[in-house]
């Protein structure tokens, strides 16, 4: 098995998050999300594709190839179980659990991954409620509603944040949001597009469509 450095492992993960299914990525949009510049992600592309990790051909854009795609996602399967480690078993809060995952990651002795999964009892979802691959890269994907989209008094589920950064989870803590809440939304208002939702037993709150378009649900119906 090849090990690979941070840097390398940062453009791979970066690359899957951003090619979707079956699309490619630009240069451009690589650098922009590693906030480095073109020409050092073209350096790093020749690195990648001479270990056949992608596919990649100057200005046609690149994908991972399929050796790649499984390293992405063994690296996003560390990430995810460290997460859910910090959180359940350190407590630490789920606006601090990326930050320390984003370098607890690049540890990639297998045999700790499979005994921390182990340990934690095999999760299938993160404390944002992304879905953890399981050793053999398997990822499910979960019915999910974004929160704009649901029906007014239904009943739902949080299932998964979009957003991820501290502020953003930080709003959500503060307003008692978090993966399992339940909630409801009791009314949109056209001027806005914000809207006033239940959670829970608490009083009625209005969140901004902002903050909405980042909150997904799950529910029956």
Same mark, same amino acid.
């Given at each position: 098995?090849?090990?690979?450095?941070? #840097?390398?492992?940062?453009?791979?993960? %970066?690359?899957?998050?951003?090619?979707? #299914?079956?699309?490619? !990525?630009?240069?451009? %949009?690589?650098?922009?999300?590693?906030?480095?510049?073109? $020409?050092?992600?073209?350096?790093?592309?020749?690195?990648?594709?001479?270990?056949?990790?992608?596919?990649?051909?100057?200005?046609?854009?690149?994908?991972?190839?399929?050796?790649?795609?499984?390293? $992405?996602?063994?690296?996003?399967?560390?990430?995810?179980?460290?997460?859910?480690?910090?959180?359940?078993?350190?407590?630490?809060?789920?606006?601090?659990?990326?930050?320390? %995952?984003?370098?607890?990651?690049? !540890?990639?002795?297998? *045999?700790?991954?499979?005994?921390?999964? +182990?340990?934690?009892?095999?999760?299938?979802?993160?404390?944002?409620?992304?879905?953890?691959?399981? $050793?053999?890269?398997?990822?499910?994907?979960?019915?999910?509603?974004?929160?704009?989209?649901?029906?007014?008094?239904?009943? %739902?589920?949080?299932?998964?944040?979009?957003?991820?950064?501290?502020?953003?989870?930080?709003?959500?803590?503060?307003?008692?949001?978090?993966?399992?809440?339940?909630?409801?939304?009791? *009314?949109?208002? +056209?001027?806005?597009?914000?809207?006033?939702?239940?959670?829970?037993?608490?009083?009625?709150?209005?969140? #901004?469509?902002?903050?909405?378009?980042?909150?997904?649900? *799950?529910?029956?119906?």
């Amino acid at each position: 098995m090849l090990n690979y450095s941070t #840097s390398e492992e940062n453009y791979i993960k %970066a690359i899957y998050r951003l090619q979707g #299914s079956d699309g490619t !990525v630009s240069t451009n %949009a690589l650098a922009n999300a590693l906030r480095t510049k073109p $020409a050092s992600v073209t350096d790093m592309m020749k690195k990648l594709k001479a270990k056949k990790l992608l596919h990649y051909q100057p200005y046609q854009g690149f994908r991972l190839s399929q050796e790649g795609s499984r390293v $992405a996602l063994g690296i996003i399967r560390r990430h995810r179980l460290w997460e859910f480690f910090l959180a359940e078993k350190l407590l630490f809060s789920w606006d601090e659990v990326h930050e320390v %995952a984003e370098e607890l990651e690049h !540890v990639s002795n297998k *045999k700790l991954i499979d005994k921390l999964d +182990e340990f934690l009892g095999f999760p299938r979802v993160d404390p944002h409620g992304d879905p953890i691959p399981d $050793a053999n890269g398997k990822i499910e994907v979960y019915k999910r509603t974004c929160l704009t989209e649901l029906p007014l008094q239904q009943a %739902a589920i949080v299932s998964n944040v979009k957003d991820q950064s501290s502020p953003i989870l930080e709003l959500l803590e503060h307003m008692k949001i978090r993966i399992g809440t339940k909630l409801e939304v009791k *009314k949109r208002f +056209e001027f806005d597009e914000s809207m006033e939702i239940k959670i829970g037993r608490l009083p009625a709150v209005l969140i #901004s469509k902002q903050l909405a378009e980042n909150i997904f649900v *799950k529910y029956e119906g």
